[in-house]
């Protein structure tokens, strides 16, 4: 008969129960083995963590998506003049990539860098400049109507009369590109909580003209979200981070490398439910605004968390990737110090003879219409006759000059010329 030997009963339980853990084991192996989990069948493709990024990553991310916007005017000093006049600092800004649809790449940046019609150019990583063909000005002084085109969306409109933005101090512009430009991730500003970290990146003024312009990450962190938002110009994300002149548009990150808002306004513009920081407009807020726009609704071209910083590092290849040289600044010029038409223009605007168009550039290589062409031969008739009338008491223009003038005129008869023959001219 079996007798139970109960000194040995802590054992033989011990003994039992790493068994029955051993026969689990096995069975599991076998089961997995031979059916495959739906879990894991799901995750072929690699998973990256949100978790949160260094701020080197942080910049991987900000040097591929970040663009320089600039506008198209006649030289250098007169680009860095008109950047820093008065609030707004036109002519010279940032922007995120924010979408692409097939070879078309979308720029989001702030309505106030965009504002005046222009020729912009959106200089990417890799050190080229993409065109993006804004309204002309026509000659008003010939009360013509204005009847071109903006290809720069403004979703808010600037209040002359207040000096105020009625709507989103944001605008988005597009280029056409068969280069593969990484696409910022889009996250939720509105998870974002306060306290926490907040990066911005943009291309800063340089404190001096003649240096090169360096883009730029300043950290600091998430102080305030407004609701409502501030109703000039929409308003709503507080941050810390150090900012300067010519950042407006560039992206607001989040730690996990998602952008989260637009930046706009420093210290100059403070609003009184944030005082001392910087202000942004949440990205939440683009999106629904662009989806209530036919000619857009990207929502299925964004693009979403998580982000990768080692993607975005790889694809910058560009050793000036955060440097705007000289050289690249030459070629925002509307025509290039090295252009024998820029001495003629010049040399002939001083005559009074060529009138510039209202935001002070030439474009001498835009067609005209009948009506400008009228125009301009008028005012050369005003000029020449002023200066022929100081040339009969000794303080018009010198027979050198004059042969300078002939030789500019005969060159440009050439060009209109062949401009007719190619039936390029609107007459």
């Known amino acids: 008969m079996f007798k139970l030997n109960l000194k040995n009963l802590p054992t033989m339980v011990i003994a039992a129960i790493a068994s029955l853990c051993i026969c689990l084991a096995i069975s599991t192996i076998r089961s997995d083995a031979s059916t495959p989990s739906p879990i894991l069948e799901n995750q072929r493709e690699p998973i990256i963590l949100a978790a949160n990024y260094s701020e080197n990553d942080i910049n991987s991310i900000a040097r591929a998506v970040t663009v320089f916007v600039g506008g198209q005017i006649e030289n250098r000093q007169k680009l860095e003049q008109r950047a820093a006049e008065g609030a707004q600092f036109r002519y010279a800004g940032s922007g995120v990539i924010v979408a692409r649809r097939n070879a078309t790449y979308y720029v989001l940046t702030n309505e106030h860098v965009v504002r005046d019609r222009n020729n912009y150019f959106i200089r990417t990583h890799d050190g080229d400049l993409h065109q993006v063909e804004n309204m002309l000005p026509p000659y008003l002084d010939l009360g013509q109507q204005d009847t071109t085109k903006d290809a720069v969306t403004h979703f808010g409109k600037y209040n002359h009369q207040k000096q105020t933005v009625d709507?989103?101090?944001?605008?988005?512009?597009s280029?056409?590109?068969?280069?593969?430009?990484?696409?910022?991730?889009?996250g939720d500003?509105?998870?974002?909580?306060?306290?926490?970290p907040v990066f911005v990146s943009g291309w800063p003024l340089p404190s001096n003209p003649s240096q090169d312009r360096t883009r730029v990450l300043r950290a600091g962190e998430l102080q305030q979200i407004l609701d409502p938002a501030d109703p000039n110009g929409n308003y709503n994300l507080c941050y810390t981070a150090e900012t300067a002149r010519g950042m407006s548009g560039g992206p607001v990150f989040n730690d996990r490398g998602e952008v989260i808002g637009v930046h706009g306004e420093g210290k100059d513009n403070q609003r009184p439910q944030c005082f001392d920081v910087r202000l942004g407009i949440k990205i939440n807020d683009f999106i629904d605004a662009q989806e209530q726009k036919g000619q857009y609704r990207l929502k299925n071209d964004l693009r979403f968390p998580p982000a990768n910083?080692?993607?975005?590092?790889?694809?910058?290849?560009?050793?000036?990737?955060d440097t705007l040289r000289g050289v690249d600044y030459q070629q925002f010029f509307e025509i290039s110090p090295n252009d024998p038409a820029y001495k003629a223009i010049q040399?002939?605007?001083?005559?009074?003879c060529m009138g510039a168009f209202q935001d002070g550039t030439f474009r001498p290589r835009r067609v005209a219409t009948?009506?400008?062409?009228?125009?301009?031969?008028?005012?050369?008739?005003?000029?020449?006759?002023?200066?022929?009338?100081?040339?009969?008491?000794?303080?018009?223009?010198?027979?050198?000059?004059?042969?300078f003038l002939q030789q500019s005129v005969d060159e440009l008869q050439r060009e209109v010329e062949s401009l007719s023959n190619n039936n390029n001219l609107l007459w």
């Open 175 to 186: 280029f056409e590109s068969n280069t593969n430009y990484p696409v910022a991730v889009v």
């Open 189 to 196: 500003a509105n998870t974002t909580k306060v306290g926490t």
């Open 347 to 352: 040399f002939v605007s001083q005559y009074g």
């Open 370 to 403: 009948r009506g400008e062409f009228v125009v301009d031969i008028n005012r050369c008739m005003n000029g020449l006759k002023e200066v022929a009338s100081k040339s009969l008491t000794g303080g018009g223009i010198s027979l050198e000059n004059f042969d």
């Open 167 to 173: 709507g989103y101090d944001l605008a988005l512009m």
């Open 309 to 321: 910083p080692s993607e975005f590092a790889s694809a910058v290849t560009y050793p000036n990737a």
